[in-house]
């Protein structure tokens, strides 16, 4: 199968590239016949403005009033911009709006082709334990270094740099070279990572949680006196403060399910809600000086076999005109406006997500959980209706944190968004490798646009820099993370493709993949060849 979907190039066995081979590649002129993405006339490409045009551009000594004094403003741009992570993805696709936007990536799936995208070239073998610890090693590494510092601007003004993880010592590291994170404090944002801290705050602002109490149980009688002294019922869910919700969520209907659970839960606060039938539905937002832009709502791709081998796990978000009703999504957007005042209350300002939970019986919309950072969902949130008709949402964060002063009706743009919100279509999904394999690849796919034909079989189009140019059902941008030369093993992350198009289907028996999203999967797959690695000898 694997013949039949891949490129030519690939077909034909080639030797595959070495780091090497990439950094002579960079330093050598394309010829004619390789394949470059159309670059278009986007804000990322547009020359460099020589000290001759200055007297051309208008700078604006008033605050920014509307969407096109937004738009010249970050068309214009001065500043250097980075985002800093593993992969460019969760904001791919901005550096078409943001001139001197650009991203600093661990895995580069172009190869050195996409003209924003920075990689080092010397990477050697390292397990990170998270996401914080690739984002600081990126910053302190010599050629991402010198990469900032041949950038700077003549002004001398700070790069900015914005991540999805980071720390303290984050924090520290910037500190030192020079560059500004503009991103909220990580203490306070690991204080607001706490589910606790989350009810209470949206509580104090009018942001209702599901029927809940917050309080300590050592055994599962004192369990049950905290839900029966609440009218809760028997079949609850309880929740740690800290970690992701697939680890910290326990179902706990019997005696059985405290016992199992247990060890996680005594000796940490807790809350305890009342189990409930619901729809989980994502919704990312900005807090800004003027209040709080609400971006569109999205569903979740979450335990699919086929994607992940976790339990539960997150796979993918989709967004299409069904996701709420008209009435769901006005009161949705209120309570989140309403998460904002409280985020305002305890200094936060800027980017973050909320999990909204909608009850299938009462229709009740209520607070999940609050994500104070850019998330998996912002992908999809900047290339919206509403994102091309004003700006994407992430703009808006970078207003609030460079140096300009503007003042915008964020009533008028979240009624115009909210009139938008069901124009378009739009999935992703995240491919992670599913089999209890360990494998060094020798094949992986390109980077790039891709169609399913008429027999269900992924083809390669053209390369690719992002999804803003899909416009068909069939299409697809896969963006490849492991490639080859790199190793696979169950969990990790293979690459992410995007769509537009639905990837569930609400059948009578529950949701479920598309018959297309399967194609798409089982194409992916097909790509990818290894050769096994033995397992280490026991000492």
Same mark, same amino acid.
């Given at each position: 199968?694997?013949?039949?979907?891949?490129?030519?190039?690939?077909?034909?066995?080639?030797?595959?590239?070495?780091?090497?081979? %990439?950094?002579?590649?960079?330093?050598?002129?394309?010829?004619?016949?390789?394949?470059?993405?159309?670059?278009?006339?986007?804000?990322?490409?547009?020359t460099? #403005?020589?000290?001759?045009?200055?007297?051309?551009?208008?700078?604006?000594?008033?605050?920014?009033?509307?969407?096109?004094?937004?738009?010249?403003?970050?068309r214009?741009?001065?500043?250097?911009?980075? &985002?800093?992570?593993?992969?460019?993805?969760?904001?791919?696709g901005?550096?078409?709006?943001?001139?001197?936007?650009?991203?600093?990536?661990?895995?580069?799936g172009?190869?050195?082709?996409?003209?924003?995208? &920075?990689?080092?070239?010397?990477?050697?073998? #390292?397990?990170?334990?998270?996401?914080?610890?690739?984002?600081?090693?990126?910053?302190?590494?010599?050629?991402?270094?010198?990469?900032?510092?041949?950038?700077?601007?003549a002004?001398?003004e700070?790069?900015?740099?914005?991540?999805?993880? &980071?720390?303290?010592?984050?924090?520290?590291?910037?500190?030192?070279?020079?560059?500004?994170?503009?991103?909220?404090?990580?203490?306070?944002r690991?204080?607001?990572?706490?589910?606790?801290?989350?009810?209470?705050?949206?509580?104090?602002?009018g942001?209702?949680?599901? +029927?809940?109490?917050?309080?300590?149980?050592?055994?599962y009688?004192?369990l049950?006196?905290?839900?029966?002294?609440?009218r809760? /019922?028997?079949?609850? $869910?309880?929740?740690?403060?800290?970690?992701?919700?697939?680890?910290?969520?326990?179902f706990?209907?019997?005696?059985?399910?405290?016992?199992?659970?247990?060890?996680?839960?005594?000796?940490?606060?807790?809350?305890v809600?009342?189990? #409930?039938?619901?729809?989980?539905?994502? $919704?990312?937002? $900005?807090?800004?000086?003027? /209040?709080t $832009?609400?971006?569109?709502?999205?569903?979740e791709?979450?335990?699919?076999?086929e994607?992940?081998?976790?339990k539960? /796990?997150?796979?993918?978000?989709?967004?299409h005109?069904?996701?709420?009703?008209?009435?769901?999504r006005a009161?949705? %957007?209120?309570?989140?406006?309403?998460?904002?005042?409280?985020?305002?209350?305890?200094?936060?300002?800027?980017?973050?997500?909320?999990?909204?939970?909608?009850?299938?019986?009462?229709?009740?919309?209520?607070?999940?959980?609050?994500?104070?950072?850019?998330?998996?969902?912002?992908?999809?949130?900047?290339?919206?209706?509403?994102?091309?008709?004003?700006?994407?949402?992430?703009?808006?964060?970078?207003?609030e944190?460079?140096?300009?002063?503007?003042?915008?009706?964020?009533?008028?743009?979240?009624?115009?968004?909210?009139?938008?919100?069901?124009?378009?279509?739009?999935?992703h999904?995240?491919?992670?490798?599913?089999?209890?394999?360990?494998?060094y690849?020798?094949?992986?796919?390109?980077?790039?646009?891709?169609?399913?034909?008429s027999?269900?079989?992924?083809?390669?189009?053209?390369?690719?820099?992002?999804?803003?140019?899909?416009?068909?059902?069939?299409?697809?941008?896969?963006?490849?993370?492991?490639?080859?030369?790199?190793?696979?093993?169950?969990?990790?992350?293979?690459g992410v493709l995007?769509?537009?198009?639905?990837?569930?289907?609400?059948?009578?028996? /529950?949701?479920?993949?598309?018959?297309?999203?399967k194609?798409?999967?089982?194409?992916?797959?097909?790509?990818?060849?290894?050769? +096994?690695? +033995?397992?280490?000898?026991a000492?």
């Amino acid at each position: 199968m694997g013949k039949d979907v891949a490129a030519p190039e690939i077909r034909r066995k080639q030797r595959m590239p070495k780091p090497s081979d %990439i950094a002579r590649w960079r330093a050598t002129p394309p010829s004619e016949d390789v394949p470059t993405a159309n670059v278009g006339t986007d804000a990322a490409y547009t020359t460099e #403005i020589s000290e001759d045009s200055e007297a051309r551009i208008v700078k604006f000594t008033r605050p920014l009033k509307n969407m096109s004094e937004v738009r010249h403003f970050f068309r214009t741009n001065e500043t250097p911009i980075y &985002f800093v992570g593993a992969t460019p993805f969760n904001l791919l696709g901005l550096d078409r709006w943001v001139r001197r936007f650009s991203y600093i990536s661990y895995y580069d799936g172009w190869d050195g082709a996409h003209p924003r995208v &920075f990689s080092p070239t010397e990477k050697p073998y #390292i397990e990170f334990e998270s996401g914080e610890a690739i984002n600081n090693w990126l910053l302190q590494n010599p050629e991402v270094r010198e990469h900032i510092d041949s950038r700077r601007p003549a002004s001398g003004e700070r790069p900015k740099i914005a991540m999805v993880f &980071f720390d303290e010592e984050t924090e520290q590291i910037c500190e030192e070279l020079g560059y500004d994170l503009i991103l909220p404090p990580a203490e306070l944002r690991t204080h607001l990572d706490s589910k606790i801290v989350t009810t209470e705050l949206g509580n104090k602002a009018g942001a209702a949680s599901v +029927p809940n109490v917050l309080g300590y149980a050592t055994n599962y009688a004192d369990l049950l006196e905290l839900a029966r002294s609440n009218r809760l /019922g028997t079949d609850l $869910v309880v929740q740690t403060p800290y970690g992701d919700s697939g680890k910290t969520t326990f179902f706990i209907a019997e005696e059985a399910d405290w016992d199992k659970n247990a060890a996680n839960m005594i000796g940490e606060q807790l809350k305890v809600m009342k189990r #409930i039938n619901n729809v989980p539905v994502a $919704v990312e937002a $900005v807090l800004t000086r003027c /209040g709080t $832009v609400v971006g569109p709502f999205l569903t979740e791709l979450a335990g699919y076999d086929e994607l992940t081998p976790y339990k539960g /796990g997150w796979c993918g978000n989709e967004m299409h005109p069904d996701v709420l009703t008209a009435s769901q999504r006005a009161r949705a %957007i209120e309570l989140v406006r309403k998460v904002g005042s409280g985020l305002q209350d305890k200094g936060y300002r800027g980017f973050f997500e909320v999990d909204v939970l909608v009850d299938t019986d009462s229709d009740e919309v209520y607070l999940g959980e609050l994500n104070p950072r850019i998330s998996g969902a912002s992908a999809i949130t900047n290339v919206t209706a509403g994102a091309y008709a004003d700006v994407p949402l992430f703009l808006f964060h970078l207003l609030e944190f460079l140096d300009v002063d503007f003042e915008l009706d964020v009533d008028e743009i979240n009624e115009r968004w909210e009139a938008l919100s069901g124009a378009d279509i739009w999935s992703h999904m995240i491919i992670k490798e599913t089999d209890d394999i360990v494998e060094y690849l020798t094949h992986a796919p390109r980077t790039g646009q891709y169609v399913l034909d008429s027999s269900g079989k992924l083809q390669y189009v053209r390369a690719a820099l992002d999804w803003h140019q899909l416009q068909h059902h069939k299409e697809a941008f896969f963006l490849r993370i492991y490639g080859a030369e790199d190793y696979r093993w169950k969990g990790a992350d293979l690459g992410v493709l995007v769509t537009k198009a639905k990837l569930q289907y609400e059948g009578r028996k /529950g949701t479920r993949l598309s018959i297309d999203a399967k194609h798409f999967i089982s194409s992916v797959r097909s790509l990818y060849k290894g050769i +096994p690695v +033995p397992p280490a000898a026991a000492e």
